[in-house]
């Protein structure tokens, strides 16, 4: 088993992020360890409930925990405001008190809203993060960002609020579709782009899912701990862990303009990615032939490079414009210096005017 450790020590917080094949069959032997209350709520979505669901509440159960399950519909169109009245009617039915435990068992969308039910139910209570996708486990499980989208943008609303426990099996990974699988690979690519060039090229080397597999507990090992890292200098995202949303900015924007319907989070990061390194590109802030490699990494994990619609990409420039990273009118981007160095970049909604004309392949 390989252990992490989050520390943040303005918070005196510090949780474990545990990586092992099978981990998902000691559940409760983990849970034990780290919370000795009686009463447990698990959310998840329909699918993973399916998969997983019914075995760890019984395991649970089995243990002397009384356990509910709220099961929520997949997708990213569950994590709104709207699903967030369900969430805390169930726990106040079963009497959830602070001395209780949330879980959040499921990709990023379950591990966002029930972080966030769990930061502001009874003002905040305790949780756990048993990521199911390869995008939670290698991202959004780690570093305490929870929260729901609007109508507007993304995760307009949130928290920073921290888990006590993370568990990854990697061996959940086997019953993703080929989609959800790629889906993940966008994050991994991303942490090879920003801070881990020997990451980018090992990835170049594996040319199937089944070969990233074969390698599954380094690639999630070397996620976390760039994640890691970057989260114990920069909790609160306003300096170093901004390099995390490379592709971001862009990869939201499509989201929320196709209304969460078309392109998944990963999809829309790895269009992202590419066109705001052909940007950079073209301004001569990021070497060139940088963005034909990355391209052909997404291509090779099965990951769309560009919006199939040309004429779409200047409708996102609305989208950008509500960014979280846009400030007093300036707006922060990340782009790539080489493959494996990131920055900041500090411009204005102008970065973007390549987009009006079609996008950045014009």
Known sequence: MSVLTVKLPSQEVAYDLKIEKGLLNNISHEISKVFTGAKIAIV????VYEHYGRSVTKQLEAVGFEVQCIVLPSGEQTKTFDSMPR??????????????????????VIGDITGFAASSYLRGISYVQIPTTLLAQVDSSVGGKVGVDLLEGKNLVGAFYHPILVLIDP?????LTDSAFADGMAEVIKYGCIKDLDLFNRLMELSSRTEVMQHIEWVIETCCTIKQMVVQADEKDVGERMLLNF???????????????????????????????????????????????????????????QLTSLEDYPKLLPYINKDKKNIEGHLTVIILTDIGSAQRHQTALSFFDSLKTGGTTA
């Open 44 to 47: 998840t979505d329909e699918t």
């Open 171 to 175: 061996l959940v990974l086997e019953t």
């Open 247 to 305: 592709g971001h900015t862009l990869g939201h924007a499509i989201e929320a303009y196709y209304h969460y319907e078309k392109h998944t989070h990963g999809q829309g990061v790895a269009i992202g990615m590419v066109a705001i390194s052909r940007i950079a590109e073209k301004k001569q802030l990021t070497k060139a032939g940088t963005t034909d490699r990355l391209v052909a990494l997404l291509q090779q994990h099965h990951l769309p490079t």
């Open 87 to 108: 969430i805390y009617s169930a726990l106040a039915k079963s009497g959830l008190t602070r001395s209780d435990l949330m879980i959040a068992l499921g990709g990023g």
